[in-house]
């Protein structure tokens, strides 16, 4: 039988277990111990959905599986949100220079700063996920909201920045960048420095 923890080979001695179930409820304890979530399972290759969890729970070990675990712990999600938190203070200062890139021709420059802001986003709203898994994380608010109302709230602007580029609209990215989005970006830059 193989264990791998995040592609990592690991050394498991299984002791009672005799089911694919107690194999996962073991690895469920050792997880808790360690602050961590199991977020992923493949057993010999298949994904193990929801769906269909408890028929694979129930199969008898024949000792020849191949169990892949991916797992976050407590301190990697603190760990990117301090990350983040770096990111987006440095990007609320780029952010605030895409109106003068964009008049003065520095597109590339302009759309090199709109690129590591969609990429950024895109990154905190899965480590604000990842969160979840952990209680200590759920009190987080941004500018007084949970992630997700600080969001549902952001993403109308950033819909109309998106536009407003397609449209070639400087004066409305330059706009909405300095007003609508840098504050933004340091509002969340704040509420992770402070976790």
Same mark, same amino acid.
């Given at each position: 039988? $193989? ?13 009672? $277990?005799?089911t ?8 469920? @304890?050792t997880?808790?111990?360690n ?9 010999d290759?298949q &994904?193990v959905? /929801?769906?269909i969890?408890d028929?694979?729970a +129930?199969?008898e @070990?024949s000792?020849? $599986?191949?169990?892949e ?5 407590? &301190? ?5 949100? !301090? ?7 440095? @990007?609320?200062?780029?952010?605030e220079s895409? #109106? @003068?890139e964009? +008049?003065?021709g520095?597109? !590339? $420059?302009a759309?090199? /700063?709109?690129?590591?802001l ?15 898994l ?6 987080? !608010? ?6 997700? /109302?600080?969001f /549902?709230?952001? +993403? #109308?602007?950033? !819909?109309?920045?998106e536009?407003?580029l397609?449209?070639n609209?400087?004066?409305t990215?330059?706009d ?6 840098? #504050? ?6 704040e ?5």
């Amino acid at each position: 039988m $193989e264990f791998y923890i995040n592609d990592e080979k690991i050394d498991v001695s299984l002791e009672d $277990e005799r089911t694919v179930g107690d194999v996962l409820k073991s690895l469920e @304890l050792t997880c808790q111990e360690n602050e961590a979530e199991v977020i992923g399972i493949q057993i010999d290759g298949q &994904k193990v959905t /929801a769906e269909i969890f408890d028929e694979i729970a +129930q199969k008898e @070990l024949s000792g020849k $599986e191949k169990f892949e675990f991916s797992v976050i712990t407590k &301190k990697a999600v603190f760990e990117s949100f !301090k990350r983040l938190s770096e990111l987006f203070r440095d @990007l609320s200062a780029k952010m605030e220079s895409v #109106p @003068l890139e964009l +008049q003065t021709g520095r597109d !590339k $420059e302009a759309h090199s /700063a709109i690129k590591v802001l969609a990429d950024s986003i895109e990154d905190f709203c899965h480590v604000a996920t990842l969160s979840s898994l952990f209680s200590d994380f759920t009190e987080i !608010k941004i500018n007084g909201m949970e992630f997700s /109302a600080f969001f /549902a709230d952001f +993403q #109308p602007i950033l !819909k109309d920045f998106e536009d407003a580029l397609k449209n070639n609209d400087t004066v409305t990215v330059g706009d909405l960048a300095e007003y609508e989005i840098c #504050p933004r970006l340091i509002s969340i830059a704040e509420t992770l420095e402070n976790i």
